[in-house]
């Protein structure tokens, strides 16, 4: 197809198309898509998928049955001993097994069905049976819920944006932010140590103040001047006490610098 440029045509996002070619020179083999399969008892229904490969030439059928597992028929299933007849070129059916939804049933149980018979030139191939499981509702809503307890994060606690400057002090003078069924005696003694650069970073606009941007400059000159005060401090005690420049920038203007830095930036 050719799309002249007077059209003014442009293609769409889907410009890629799969085509299967089918052989219809051979009859092919029949067997289960899947070798297991999982039911939840509240479906009603197990649909389990019969497959042709290598071939769909001709009209072909196989017959299928259910057998026990650990699964009772008509008590937890209904058994089913039919045939499938599968037309020209048709490549696929589905099975529907009807599932007993009995409440009573606390357990997974399971049955297999197989396919046996086949008429024509068609052959079985080895994966000739398929095991379904049905699940209880009950078991799997009790996991799915212990699942989201686990997973399920706080957002209070995760959440680094301050609304309010009244919020900024009132976390900065509490211990662990107020939260006091979680806190412990090391938290006492961190938030004793720092209870001085918490109070003072507190003046650090919130993070809701022009989307942020008033936070982030303000902390840098926050910055700027806790560099300038720790750096000075250094010096003094630097010629009080006659130590080596770089023993004073490691053990006392590094970190000196650093962590009180952590603090502001995390306000950002």
């Known amino acids: 197809m050719i799309i002249s440029e007077d059209a003014r045509a442009k293609l769409g996002p889907q410009t890629i198309a799969l085509v299967t070619s089918i052989n219809d020179d051979e009859s092919g083999l029949i067997q289960f898509e899947n070798a297991i399969n999982l039911c939840k008892r509240s479906v009603g229904k197990a649909k389990i998928k019969v497959v042709r490969v290598n071939g769909a030439d001709g009209r072909i059928s196989v017959n299928c049955r259910t057998k026990d597992i650990d699964a009772r028929a008509t008590r937890d299933y209904e058994p089913i001993d039919s045939e499938l007849i599968f037309e020209h070129c048709e490549i696929s059916?589905?099975?529907?097994?009807?599932?007993?939804?009995?409440?009573?049933?606390?357990?997974?149980?399971?049955?297999?069905v197989e396919l046996y018979n086949p008429t024509g030139s068609i052959q079985i191939r080895k994966q000739n049976k398929t095991i379904v499981t049905i699940m209880n509702d009950h078991d799997h809503t009790i996991m799915a819920n212990r699942m989201r307890l686990l997973v399920e994060p706080n957002i209070d606690k995760l959440?680094?944006?301050?609304?309010?400057?009244?919020?900024?002090?009132?976390?900065?003078?509490?211990?662990?932010?107020?939260?006091?069924?979680?806190?412990?005696?090391a938290h006492y003694i961190g938030d004793f140590l720092s209870f001085l650069w918490k109070f003072l970073f507190a003046f650090v606009p919130p993070t809701s103040i022009a989307s942020g941007w008033l936070t982030f400059f303000i902390s840098f000159v926050f910055i700027a001047i806790l560099t300038t005060i720790v750096h000075d401090v250094a010096a003094v005690f630097n010629c009080l006490v006659g130590l080596e420049d770089s023993i004073t920038a490691i053990l006392f203007i590094a970190p000196g610098i650093s962590l009180p830095n952590c603090h502001v930036l995390s306000l950002i």
């Open 159 to 185: 959440r680094v944006t301050k609304t309010t400057w009244r919020q900024q002090f009132t976390d900065a003078m509490n211990a662990n932010g107020g939260d006091l069924e979680t806190t412990t005696f």
């Open 93 to 112: 059916k589905v099975i529907a097994i009807p599932i007993m939804n009995n409440p009573e049933h606390k357990k997974d149980v399971s049955f297999e």
